[in-house]
């Protein structure tokens, strides 16, 4: 899993804030909390893998690669609500088209937390909505 450690951050209800707003995909699917739950363990599994990609591209000095990997999580991180997240994705896009590979290696510690913390809010299986 590329070194990334979920779990590791506190949840951010803790913290005073919400990492995902639910209510952006409540509006698209109704309220339905279950597939609600299901849509966000693909994105968190997608944002773990883009992640990786992440790494390895700035571990190969491959700006490109890191920079379609950034441009990819941010707009996932928007759809899902997960304003944050797109937020540092967003600013680690623009770090690898201006071949700042010091800011995009840097920026991958800022990137983990954010996505420890969106991970905190994800429901794992056999904990989603409606299941006990």
């Given at each position: 899993m590329s070194g990334l450690t979920i779990?590791?951050?506190?949840?951010?209800?803790?913290?005073?804030f919400r990492a995902i707003d639910r209510s952006v995909l409540g509006e698209w699917l109704a309220g339905?909390?279950?597939?609600?739950?299901?849509m966000l363990a693909v994105?968190?599994?997608?944002?773990?893998?883009e992640h990786g990609r992440m790494?390895?591209?700035?571990?190969?000095?491959?700006l490109n690669d890191y920079a379609s990997a950034a441009h990819r999580l941010r707009g996932a991180a928007q759809s899902m609500g997960a304003r944050?997240?797109?937020?540092?994705a967003g600013i680690l896009n623009a770090a690898a088209h201006a071949r700042n590979g010091t800011a995009?290696?840097?920026?991958?510690?800022?990137?983990?937390?954010?996505?420890?913390?969106?991970a905190?809010?994800?429901?794992?299986?056999?904990?989603?909505?409606?299941?006990?």
């Open positions: 779990g590791a951050v506190a949840p951010p209800e803790s913290l005073g339905d909390d279950a597939v609600i739950d299901e994105f968190r599994d997608s944002v773990i893998a790494r390895d591209a700035v571990a190969r000095d491959d944050g997240l797109a937020e540092v995009c290696r840097d920026g991958l510690s800022v990137l983990e937390t954010h996505i420890c913390l969106v905190a809010e994800i429901p794992s299986a056999g904990t989603r909505s409606g299941e006990h």
